[in-house]
C-alpha cells in the first residue's frame, strides 16, 4: 500500500467516525453541533458520488466531471462553519459583524458562480476564495475572543481555521495542474487529506471536551 493510499483510507475512516460521534452528540443535546454534523453528512455524500464519478458510475451531462459536488461541498462548508461561528458568538456587535461578513461574501460567492458558462462542469476558484476567507476571518475573530474567555471550542475552530485555509489554497492553485505529472496531483490530495485529519482529530477532541465538561457540571450538580 502506498502513502497515498493509506491517507485516503485513514481519511475515510476518520471521517466515517467523526460523522457518526457528531450525529450521536447532536442527539444527545449538543445542538451547538448541529451544523459541523451537517456539514460532516454532506462530506460523507459528497465523497460517496465522488467515487462514483470517479469509477464511471455516474456521468454529470455526460462527464466525469465533479465540479457540481465541488459547489456544493464549498457551500455547505461555508454555511455550516459559518452558522456555527455565529451560534457560539455572546457579544451582539460580533454577531453583527458575522451577518455583514457572511453576506457580503455570499453576495461575492453568487456572484462569482452567475459567471460560469456551464455550472455543472466548471470549477469555480473564486468562490473558495470569496467563501473560505469569510470563514478564515470570522474564526480569527473568534480566537481573540478565546484569548480572554475561559469557556469556547477552540478545537473545533483550530480545525475549522486550518481546513478553510487549505481549501482556499488548494482551490486557488488547482488549474496549475493541469498537465501535471500524476504522483503530483496524488501528492497534492494526500497533503489536503492530511489537513482534514487534523480536522476530524480536533473536531473529535473539541467533541470529547464537550461531553467531559458537561458529565462535570451534572456531578457538582448532583453533589450540591
Known sequence: MSFSD?????????????TIVFL?????GARKFLPIT???????????????????YLLIMGEQNNAIVGHVYKWTSFLSFGFFLYSVQKRKTTKIFFVYLFSICSVIGILSQSRLNNYFLQNDPWLAFSLMSA??????V??????????GY?????????????FLISSAVNGT??????DVWYFRESINRIVLIIMYVMFLLGAYLFFKKEDSFKLQRIQR
Open 154 to 166: 477552540p478545537y473545533i475552530t483550530t480545525g475549522i481555521f486550518l481546513v478553510s485555509g487549505s
Open 142 to 151: 473568534y480566537y481573540t475572543k478565546l484569548l480572554k474567555d475561559t469557556e
Open 38 to 56: 451537517i456539514c460532516l453528512i454532506i462530506g460523507c455524500l459528497c465523497e460517496f458520488f465522488t467515487f462514483l464519478i470517479r469509477e464511471d
Open 6 to 18: 493509506f491517507i485516503a483510507d485513514f481519511y475515510y475512516l476518520l471521517l466515517i467516525l467523526t
Open 135 to 140: 470563514i478564515i476571518i470570522a474564526s480569527m
Open 24 to 28: 450521536v452528540s447532536t442527539v444527545y
Open 177 to 182: 495542474y493541469v498537465g501535471v505529472d500524476l
